[in-house]
C-alpha cells in the first residue's frame, strides 16, 4: 500500500509542480500586461495634460507679452517689424519659463519639433486675439485664472509623480 503511494506521489508530485510553474507564468504574464496597459493610460492622461498646459501657456504669454509690450509699442506708432520679432521671442521665453524644462522636454518627445510648434502656436493665438478683437484687460483677466489653474494642476501632477516613483521604489 505505501508502495503504491509513494509511486503514486512521484508521479503526481512532477505534475503538480508543472502545472504550478505553468500557472506562475501566467498570472506574471497577466501583470505584466496589465502593468503595461495602466502606464499606457498614465502615459496618456500625463501628454494630454502637458499638451493642454502647453497651449494655455501660450495664451498667457501672447496675452502678457501684448499687455506689456505689444500695446505700449502700438499706441506710440512704434511697432515695427524688428519689435514684432522681439515681441515674439518675449512671448516664446515666457511659455518656456512657464512650463519649465520637464514639460517642454515631454512635449518635444509629444510634437517631435517643439519649437515648431510653439511658433505655430503662437502665431495662431496672435491671430486669433486680433480676430476676436479681445482687449488686453479681459485676455489678462483671463490668463491670470488660466494660469492659477494650471499652476494648480501642475503641483497636482508633481505630487502625483512624485507618489508613483516612491511607489515603484
Not at 522636454?105 to 478683437?133: H, M, P, S
Not at 490668463?143 to 494648480?152: F, P, Q, R
Request: with cysteine; glycine share 4%.
Amino acid at each position: 500500500m505505501n508502495d503504491i503511494l509513494t509511486q503514486l506521489a512521484d508521479a503526481i508530485v512532477p505534475v503538480l509542480c508543472l502545472l504550478i510553474a505553468a500557472g506562475g507564468a501566467y498570472l506574471v504574464a497577466l501583470i505584466h500586461q496589465q502593468t503595461a496597459q495602466i502606464e499606457k493610460e498614465i502615459d496618456n492622461e500625463t501628454a494630454s495634460k502637458y499638451m493642454e498646459m502647453a497651449a494655455e501657456a501660450v495664451v498667457q504669454a501672447v496675452t502678457y507679452t501684448a499687455q506689456t509690450f505689444v500695446d505700449t509699442l502700438k499706441s506710440s506708432g512704434g511697432f515695427t517689424k524688428e519689435k514684432q520679432q522681439e515681441a515674439y521671442e518675449k512671448a516664446k521665453d515666457k511659455v518656456l519659463e512657464i512650463l519649465g524644462d520637464t514639460i517642454v522636454a515631454a512635449l518635444g518627445e509629444i510634437y517631435g519639433d517643439f519649437n515648431a510648434w510653439l511658433e505655430t502656436k503662437i502665431e495662431q493665438t496672435c491671430r486669433e486675439l486680433k480676430v476676436t478683437g479681445t482687449d488686453a484687460t479681459t485676455t489678462a483677466t483671463t490668463a491670470a485664472s488660466v494660469a492659477a489653474t494650471i499652476a494648480s494642476t501642475a503641483v497636482q501632477q508633481i505630487t502625483a509623480e512624485s507618489s508613483a516613483t516612491t511607489v515603484t521604489e
